[in-house]
Structures are given as C-alpha cells and as structure tokens.
C-alpha cells in the first residue's frame, strides 16, 4: 500500500511540474491561455505587445477593489484589446469574470470571453480603426455581480 501512494505522489507531482514548465514556456511565447495568469502577468503582457492602455475600469464594493476591466489600442495594428484582471482581493479564487468589445459600425457581433477565472478574462481583440468601441467586463463576487458596459467612446 505504501508503494502505491508513493508512486501516486510522484505522479502527481510531475504532472504539476509538466503543467507548469508548460504555462512558463507558453507565456515566454506570449500566449498564455486565458485565466492562467502567472504573478508576472499585467494586462498589457496578457494583450500583447505595441498595445497601450487608454481607459480602465474598476469594480469595488464597499471596501476593496474586486477587480478591473482595461481597453488598450495597438496603434500599428489598430486593434482594440480588452481584458478584465482580479484584483488583489480576489486573484486566485475562481469566479465569473468577463471582458466584451464591439466596434461600431463594422458588422461584427460582439465579442465575449466569459467564464470561470481565477485571475482574468480574456482578452478580446477586435480591428477598430477609426470607428467608436464599447467596452466592458463583469465579476461576480460574494453576493454581487458587478458589471460595466462603457458608452460608444474612443472614436477614431
């Protein structure tokens, strides 16, 4: 009996090093699945590069930030970039968290990544060029769900 729980251990222990040796290889590539945020991951890092950010909102009850939703623009791309982060407070519990960008004007759908995260969702991308986006993210928290939806903004 023994032998079987030692062997299980070291199975299991080299699944969790094989796990993570491939997350590291994945985000020194840039592509980090979506919710497997290392401590080194910023919402830049998890757009990309050449993006920068131009608006930001947080989420917060009465007494912490539960987390943040970002837009950055690609200049050289003119690509739109949303992601929502969990703060401090919530980072690494897994809750519903969500990130959303359409472009006015383009005839695309909306597009969403919304699931079950423990450190963010998304991101999203989508071409904008001169045209309005909207934006926003969601987290569900405690007893609250707390979402942001922006205006059309970020006109050309």
């Avoid at 930001?56 to 987390?67: I, V």
């Avoid at 006015?104 to 989508?126: F, I, M, N």
Wanted: aromatic share 8%; proline share 3%; net charge positive.
């Amino acid at each position: 009996m023994r032998t079987s729980v030692r062997r299980s251990a070291v199975v299991s222990v080299r699944r969790s090093a094989v796990i993570a040796s491939a997350v590291a290889a994945l985000a020194a590539l840039g592509a980090v699945p979506a919710g497997a945020a290392s401590a080194a991951a910023t919402p830049a890092g998890v757009c990309g590069s050449g993006y920068t950010q131009i608006d930001s909102h947080a989420f917060r009850n009465s007494s912490a930030e539960l987390a943040r939703v970002y837009l950055f623009y690609n200049a050289s791309t003119k690509f739109n970039c949303v992601v929502t982060f969990h703060a401090s407070a919530t980072s690494g519990h897994a809750l519903t968290t969500g990130a959303w960008l359409d472009v006015d004007g383009d005839g695309k759908e909306q597009v969403k990544d919304q699931g079950t995260y423990s450190s963010y969702a998304g991101p999203v991308r989508l071409a904008a060029g001169s045209h309005c986006v909207k934006w926003g993210g969601m987290i569900e928290a405690g007893v609250g769900t707390y979402t942001y939806t922006s205006p059309w903004s970020h006109c050309g």
